[in-house]
């Protein structure tokens, strides 16, 4: 048996709601009076049913269609620590409790960030312990 796969379109859709919805309220009235009628009542039921549905599939479509959050991770902060580290470009990093590190980023990670310092050790800071950074010529700059 061959079955073919129809897709509605969306004012089909709409427009089949609007016209069940007349219906809809005579099958309730003629449900209500008797239970009579088998052959009847299932088409009607379906009928009925299909106009519930398809208030039901455009009501929760639109719920569907509603505007995603942004994504957590737009990898704009890799783009710029890969561009720092490419340009050996010098930073000032400022922790949270006020200390400035200047250096260059060798590498970072998820949660770290290796520094190179000139004269003195190199560090990994964890970023959660950063609060911003910039560059050292924006700082001369000023």
């Known amino acids: 048996m061959n079955r073919k796969l129809i897709r509605t379109t969306l004012a089909e859709i709409k427009n089949k709601g609007r016209e069940d919805s007349r219906p ?13 009628g088998g052959g009847g009542d299932r088409s ?7 106009g519930g549905g398809s ?9 569907v269609r509603k505007r995603t959050p942004p994504p957590t991770e737009t990898s704009a902060e890799i783009f710029y620590y890969k561009k720092q580290i490419d ?16 250096g260059t980023i060798e590498w970072y990670d998820r949660g770290a960030i290796k520094v190179n ?3 003195a050790p190199n560090l990994l800071l964890l970023k959660h312990n950063i609060k911003y950074m910039y560059k050292a010529d924006e700082r001369e700059g000023d």
Request: aromatic residues 0%; without cysteine; proline residues 0%.
């Open 55 to 63: 208030r039901e599939s455009s009501s929760a479509s639109v719920q």
């Open 117 to 119: 310092r000139k004269s």
């Open 87 to 102: 340009a050996h470009t010098t930073m000032i990093i400022v922790l949270q409790d006020g200390e400035e590190i200047e």
């Open 44 to 50: 009607e039921g379906r009928s009925g049913g299909g």
């Open 24 to 36: 809809k309220e005579r099958v309730n009235g003629s449900q209500s009076r008797s239970g009579g």
